[in-house]
Each structure stands twice: as structure tokens, then as C-alpha cells.
């Protein structure tokens, strides 16, 4: 459980994300032109914005995949060349005064997904949503993944959901309470949780979206920001 302050110094690490990514956007609508961009090259133009904007390092080594690569939850960047249509997952965060933020979103180069791979989005989508609106003091952490891996098992895609929906996060990137099947932690006011659902098709790509929330007295609130538009 994190106190006030706590919570503040996770806010400013998921603010300098947000900002950090948003700066860095357009390399990747651009990429969709040029073919120029590699995933290491546009991780590296991510983790140096985030340390122009304050951060003390990158959160954990920060995850850039596209096209196939997609397909792989744990991808780390490397020397593809990042084309139109490809899907790329973007998961990473920040550190600020010693705490740390995360957060994943998956793009699509060029314009909205087409075939499977839009409905890979719009369900990844929706159990994020879904997720999301679990989060409140009471419940089990493991009552939160359930209801993410439920919306995934209806579309026939339950066995390429592939970990755990959450993690805690602080002063290290992975902390208790782990949001996994069985968990019997209970959301508290002051946890704080992250919620990233995913779907991953090898051949076809791979998408997951994740958000650092933090349970309050009634609900929870999200501490990462950043907008969800898929299309760049």
C-alpha cells in the first residue's frame, strides 16, 4: 500500500511517460513512410526523452516489437525495420525520485488495423476496459484477472493470453500484489496495480494494453494517461 506521497512521485514518473511518448509519436508515423525506424532506434529516442524530461533511467528496458515481433510478450527491441501496417507494442516507464511507472500501448503504422488483427484490438480493448472498472477496494486481485481473461476466453483467444493481467508497482517494477490467476491479495485504498491484457497471434501479431491504476476509497483512478488512439 502507497501513501500519498508515494502515490505523487508514481503520478510524476507516468506524467514524464506520457509526455515522453507523445513527443516521440510522430518518429513512428513517419516510419510508416520511410521504413527508416528500427524498434531499438525509436526505444532509444523514448528512454532519452524520458531522461530529458527528468527521469533518473527507464523504468525496466523498454519494450518495442512490431510485426511479428509483436506476437512475443517479452520482445525486446532489435534492428527491424518498422513498415506500414505492422502493429507495435510500446511498453514502458519512467522513474522518478526512486518510484516507477508502466504502461503499454500498441499502435498500428499507418491506419486502423484491418482483417484479425482488428479484432485482436477490439477485444484486447474491451478486456482492458473491463478490467479496469474491477478495480475497487474489496475485491481480490485475482478476481480482477478473471474478469479480464473472461472477455479474451469468449473470443476463442483464451489460450494466447499468455501471463498475468498485473503486478504491483513502486520502487520496484514488479511488486506484490500479483494480479494472476488465484490471487487472493485484496485491493486496498493506496494499491497500486497495473491492468494489461493481452493477445498474441503468432503470424498475425500481437497487442496489449496496460494502465498503472491506483485504488481509491470507492474505485480506482489511472495514474498513466496517455490516450489509446491506435491509428498513428
Known sequence: VKDVGEVARMER???????????????????????G?????????????MRLRGAEESAFETIVASGENSA???ARPGDRSIRAGDPVVVD?????DGYRSDMTRTFCIGGDPTGELASVFEVVAESHRSGVRSV???VTAGSVDQVCREVIAASGWG????????????LDIHEEPSVGPGSTAILVPGTVVTVEPGVYLPGTGGVRIEDTLVVTEDAS?????FPKEVAV
Open 13 to 35: 514518473a507516468a506524467a514524464i511517460a506520457d509526455d515522453s511518448l507523445g513527443e516521440v509519436l510522430p518518429l513512428l508515423s513517419a516510419a510508416g513512410v520511410d521504413g
Open 37 to 49: 525506424l528500427t524498434e531499438s532506434r525509436f526505444a532509444a529516442a523514448l528512454d532519452h526523452a
Open 159 to 170: 489460450e494466447r493470453f499468455e501471463h498475468g493481467t498485473g503486478h504491483g508497482v513502486g
Open 72 to 74: 512475443k510478450p517479452h
Open 221 to 225: 483512478r489511472s495514474l498513466t494517461q
Open 92 to 96: 514502458f516507464g519512467a522513474v522518478f
Open 136 to 138: 475497487v477496494p474489496g
